[in-house]
Antibody
Framework: QLQMQESGPGLVKASGTLSLTCSVY??????????WGWVRQPPGKGLEWIGN???????HYDPSLESRVTISVDWSRNQFSLRLNSVTAADTAVYYC???????????????WGQGILVTVAS | HSALTQPASVSGSPGQSITISCTGT?????????VSWYQQRQGKAPELIIF???SRPSGVSQRFSGSKSGNTASLTISGLRAEDEADFYCSSYTSENTYVFGSGTKVTVL
């Protein structure tokens, strides 16, 4: 049974770096069947796709965040991480880690989600 | 890519059918058969209910169905139930190898 759990600081100072980790249980992340990524949701607002990685490819990121964001993978710990630099109050959101299924022919985007973690950027 | 356009709210009585639209461009909705829909109940993570325009993951009710015409995708909920009350988001693959979400629609069961 897949479980995905976000962890990291709930409070980040403005202009600093937001760093979150998603621990994956129940399946190896080193797989040709899954994309691993992040989605965020500002309080009271809609969903925003941040980006994802595939095991043998570079990450794909939303153009509006691309200059500030990196998604990396730690195969040995079965975890992947999000780093977002130069944060402002606009980056305050619930951050979800996500998994896409890839069959080699079709894709089920964002099929699995973590429970989410609220990160507040404060001055 | 700008967020896809959805109505802010849609409502219906139990047993009725409702349809939520999702309008994009030829660079996203209109260009790919990769539109997904997500249901988000209050305080919970979203759940995938439709992928590739009209496919349902295992376990998702047949009352949910999807379609697409040109740059607009649609989600229909038939036989509306109180438990369907939630926020619904569409999403599409884009020409930049990214994904974009819709603005979200609040469904109210009267």
């Amino acid at each position: 049974q897949l479980q995905m759990q976000e962890s990291g600081p709930g409070l980040v100072k403005a202009s600093g770096t937001l760093s979150l980790t998603c621990s994956v249980y129940g399946t190896p992340i080193r797989s040709e069947s899954y994309y691993w990524g992040w989605v965020r949701q500002p309080p009271g607002k809609g969903l925003e796709w941040i980006g994802n990685v595939f095991y043998n490819e570079n990450g794909h990121y939303d153009p509006s965040l691309e200059s500030r964001v990196t998604i990396s993978v730690d195969w040995s710990r079965n975890q992947f991480s999000l780093r977002l630099n130069s944060v402002t109050a606009a980056d305050t959101a619930v951050y979800y880690c996500t998994r896409d299924f890839w069959s080699g022919y079709y894709r089920r985007p964002l099929e699995d989600w973590g429970q989410g973690i609220l990160v507040t950027v404060a001055s | 890519h700008s967020a896809l356009t959805q109505p802010a709210s849609v409502s219906g009585s139990p047993g009725q059918s409702i349809t939520i639209s999702c309008t994009g461009t030829t660079s996203d909705v209109g260009g790919y058969e990769s539109v997904s829909w997500y249901q988000q109940r209050q305080g919970k993570a979203p759940e995938l209910i439709i992928f590739e325009v009209n496919s349902r993951p295992s376990g998702v009710s047949q009352r949910f169905s999807g379609s697409k015409s040109g740059n607009t995708a649609s989600l229909t909920i038939s036989g509306l139930r109180a438990e369907d009350e939630a926020d619904f988001y569409c999403s599409s693959y884009t020409s930049e190898n990214t994904y974009v979400f819709g603005s979200g629609t609040k469904v109210t069961v009267l």
